[in-house]
């Protein structure tokens, strides 16, 4: 019954966005990528990172400031972390692939230069410059940033592509001749999403592009929402209720604090009732997890006084996504593949996904631009969010060398 319902929600969503089709189409066709033509793209001399000790494998760890192509079409700095091989560049220089990362936050302490990397991202990183190439790692715009000013606008295309083309060119000025103007991009849900995006806008570092790994990418983010709240709404126990409830809020409030980049009047009581808001507000300051705790508790305290009901709890505002920031966010500055892509593209997503749901990466592959676009899809029944990543890094690995084969 559970998944009928969430099939009913996912394909009517659907069928809504497939409508805007004609205005995706125009939106994309007509947007021309500027080239990257940054004079002195990095901003002073790359500081070591020593929060995970990676001397096993990497020559160099360092933080790169650089400058890129803000949002908002000024220049604005970002930091990406680069790491480099211990082995000798081969003649024609170390080939690099970016690694896109996961949801952390919108604020800058939640930059994953600031913090030390997980076993799994660890691992991946290690494989890849045991191989032979350079590991670039984009914050994104405005995590991180030097100027503390800029909130990351969260999951929007241009932003992650333009984040991660600049990165990959900055790079390329420090390391000199170490590295060929080959390149790639890996990533994992929020980050497979900023794959897609660098999929879409790699002519802009005007280099030699050989493909994308995207791990159970975001997209369709109306269709993702919506899928939550039908799971959440047939759910009898409590405390899976107020995860999959608050998950969904935070979700929400990194959407609303990113569309705050660009527009700064956008209010969370706009998106939120009180006093949800204010937990909301707390975005631009406490990092993904945190905040999930944060709505949670205030469910649980809700509870406890309702006789474990949370059925009238005030989270969301009915109609927030149609506001009109929120909604051409979700129909379109959010929306990857969306025009047709010419190099390689493969695509892991797990089944047992909640996070993002199976049937909106179906649905995304489901559109002309991905049909037309030379695309391999992995899926497997068991995955989830976490384990579509976790279990296939030996395969990603083997895809990179695949994709881009060390010369």
Same mark, same amino acid.
């Given at each position: 019954?559970?998944?009928?319902?969430?099939?009913?929600? *996912?394909?009517?969503?659907? @069928?809504? $966005?497939?409508?805007? =089709?004609?205005? +995706?189409?125009?939106?994309?066709?007509?947007?021309?990528?500027?080239?990257?033509?940054?004079?002195?793209?990095?901003?002073?001399?790359?500081?070591?990172?020593?929060?995970?000790?990676?001397?096993?494998?990497?020559?160099?760890?360092?933080?790169?400031?650089?400058? @890129?192509?803000?949002?908002?079409?000024? !220049?604005?700095?970002?930091?990406?972390?680069?790491?480099?091989?211990?082995?000798?560049?081969?003649?024609?220089?170390?080939?690099?692939?970016?690694?896109? +990362? #996961?949801?952390?936050?919108?604020?800058?302490?939640?930059?994953?230069? /600031?913090?030390?990397?997980?076993?799994?991202?660890?691992?991946?990183?290690? #494989?890849?410059?045991?191989?032979?190439?350079?590991?670039?790692?984009?914050?994104? !715009?405005?995590?991180? !940033?030097?100027?503390?000013?800029?909130?990351?606008?969260?999951?929007?295309?241009?932003?992650?592509?333009?984040?991660?083309?600049?990165?990959?060119?900055?790079?390329?000025?420090?390391?000199? =001749?170490?590295?060929?103007?080959?390149?790639?991009?890996?990533?994992? %849900?929020?980050?497979?999403?900023?794959?897609?995006?660098?999929?879409?806008?790699?002519? /802009?570092?005007? $280099?030699?592009?050989? #493909?994308?790994?995207?791990?159970?990418?975001?997209?369709?983010?109306?269709?993702?929402? *919506?899928?939550?709240?039908? *799971?959440?709404?047939?759910?009898?126990?409590?405390?899976?209720?107020?995860?999959?409830?608050?998950?969904?809020?935070?979700?929400?409030?990194?959407?609303?604090?990113?569309?705050?980049?660009?527009?700064?009047?956008?209010?969370?009581?706009?998106?939120?009732? %009180?006093?949800?808001?204010?937990?909301?507000?707390?975005?631009?300051?406490?990092?993904?997890?945190?905040?999930?705790?944060?709505?949670?508790?205030?469910?649980?305290?809700?509870?406890?006084?309702?006789?474990?009901?949370? %059925?009238?709890?005030?989270?969301?505002?009915?109609?927030? @996504?149609?506001?009109?920031?929120?909604?051409?966010?979700?129909?379109?500055?959010?929306?990857?593949?969306?025009?047709?892509?010419?190099?390689?593209?493969?695509?892991?997503?797990?089944?047992?996904?909640?996070?993002?749901?199976?049937?909106?990466?179906?649905?995304?592959?489901?559109?002309?631009?991905?049909?037309?676009?030379?695309?391999?899809? /992995?899926?497997?029944?068991?995955?989830? +969010?976490?384990?579509?990543?976790?279990?296939?890094?030996?395969?990603?690995?083997?895809?990179?060398?695949?994709?881009?084969?060390?010369?």
């Amino acid at each position: 019954m559970q998944r009928r319902i969430l099939i009913a929600v *996912l394909t009517s969503t659907a @069928m809504l $966005l497939s409508a805007c =089709n004609d205005d +995706h189409d125009s939106y994309n066709s007509g947007d021309n990528i500027p080239k990257n033509n940054i004079a002195n793209p990095v901003v002073s001399t790359p500081t070591l990172y020593n929060l995970t000790d990676m001397s096993a494998t990497a020559g160099e760890s360092v933080v790169m400031t650089y400058k @890129m192509l803000g949002i908002n079409n000024e !220049e604005v700095q970002a930091t990406a972390l680069v790491f480099t091989p211990k082995t000798a560049p081969p003649a024609k220089g170390w080939p690099i692939v970016v690694w896109a +990362h #996961g949801t952390t936050g919108v604020a800058d302490i939640c930059a994953p230069s /600031r913090s030390q990397l997980n076993s799994y991202i660890k691992s991946m990183i290690d #494989g890849l410059l045991t191989a032979g190439y350079v590991v670039v790692a984009p914050d994104y !715009e405005g995590l991180g !940033e030097p100027a503390n000013n800029e909130l990351h606008p969260f999951l929007n295309v241009k932003s992650e592509a333009f984040s991660i083309t600049d990165a990959v060119v900055a790079a390329r000025n420090y390391l000199g =001749n170490k590295v060929s103007n080959r390149w790639m991009t890996v990533g994992h %849900s929020q980050g497979g999403h900023a794959a897609l995006s660098a999929a879409q806008y790699q002519s /802009r570092a005007q $280099l030699d592009y050989k #493909g994308t790994v995207a791990v159970a990418p975001a997209s369709n983010l109306e269709l993702i929402l *919506l899928a939550g709240e039908s *799971l959440a709404a047939q759910q009898t126990d409590l405390t899976d209720k107020i995860t999959t409830l608050a998950s969904l809020d935070t979700f929400t409030a990194l959407i609303t604090a990113g569309l705050r980049n660009q527009n700064p009047t956008l209010q969370y009581s706009q998106v939120f009732k %009180s006093p949800t808001d204010q937990i909301a507000d707390n975005a631009e300051t406490d990092c993904y997890i945190s905040l999930g705790q944060e709505f949670g508790l205030g469910m649980q305290a809700y509870a406890q006084t309702h006789a474990g009901d949370i %059925s009238n709890y005030p989270r969301t505002q009915s109609g927030f @996504m149609t506001l009109s920031p929120v909604k051409k966010f979700l129909d379109i500055d959010s929306q990857p593949l969306q025009v047709k892509i010419s190099t390689p593209i493969i695509i892991y997503q797990g089944a047992a996904d909640t996070t993002v749901p199976k049937l909106a990466t179906d649905s995304l592959l489901d559109g002309d631009a991905a049909k037309n676009s030379p695309i391999t899809y /992995r899926t497997n029944t068991t995955w989830d +969010h976490g384990t579509a990543y976790v279990l296939n890094i030996p395969n990603i690995l083997i895809d990179v060398q695949t994709l881009m084969p060390i010369q």
